[in-house]
């Protein structure tokens, strides 16, 4: 819960200064490489979990897992380097420097625009359910219940993720050609008729079907993803 509060806060902001920065024929391009952050991230943590889980199962469930919990703190010192040398987009300056700023936009955005509130809130929940099940749900389920090896799951995570971070951006680029709605229901129709065969796949126990459900499955979300903060 308290991650979902923070992902909620930290990714708002940072597609609107994305958005609002970007060209305007380039704006579902420019959205789209906030969100290729996650499958970066996705590299990264599960890139160094998997070189911690490389440990004798002892030393691993004993102190190792927190490790790189304890390597993430240095990102905290990127992260409060890029807060304090931002600007304000050039689209918020104007409105601020015309005096069209509203005294309390929460309220304001409530009250004009209430069913995109609603709709951006649905659009969320059904990228973000989705990804959590092909991406942390699946580490359990395949390793637990099915069988496969730990570090087969993660290296299917891992490959799932450098093809989701190339085509996160080619959709995006798509958005702006095409437009949002299209991509993005094409994204929520992949993913809904993918449902079942994903764990048809995740049950065969092979490594190979277990890796290509999973890249099929993020390149799906990734329909969803790019198009979304534009």
Do not use: C
Request: proline share 4%; aromatic share 12%.
């Amino acid at each position: 819960l308290v991650q979902g509060f923070a992902v909620g806060g930290e990714w708002g902001g940072a597609v609107l200064m994305a958005v609002e920065h970007g060209h305007r024929g380039r704006r579902g391009l420019y959205g789209s490489w906030v969100q290729a952050g996650v499958p970066a991230g996705l590299l990264l943590a599960n890139g160094v979990f998997m070189l911690a889980s490389l440990m004798p199962d002892e030393h691993f469930l004993s102190w190792g897992w927190r490790v790189p919990f304890l390597v993430g703190i240095a990102l905290l010192a990127v992260g409060t380097f890029i807060r304090l040398q931002i600007v304000e987009s050039p689209l918020f300056a104007r409105v601020r420097d015309e005096r069209q700023q509203a005294k309390i936009p929460f309220f304001e955005v409530l009250r004009r625009h209430p069913r995109n509130v609603l709709l951006a809130m649905g659009a969320r929940f059904a990228d973000n359910g989705s990804f959590y099940v092909f991406t942390v749900f699946v580490l359990t389920y395949a390793t637990l219940e099915v069988g496969v090896a730990r570090a087969a799951v993660l290296n299917g995570v891992l490959v799932a993720s450098a093809v989701q971070f190339v085509v996160i951006p080619a959709f995006g680029l798509l958005s702006d050609r095409v437009g949002r709605r299209p991509v993005y229901l094409a994204g929520a129709a992949a993913v809904a008729l993918f449902a079942f065969p994903f764990f048809w796949l995740i049950d065969t126990g092979s490594v190979l079907l277990v890796g290509l459900s999973i890249v099929v499955a993020l390149v799906a979300h990734a329909a969803m993803y790019a198009p979304q903060a534009a």
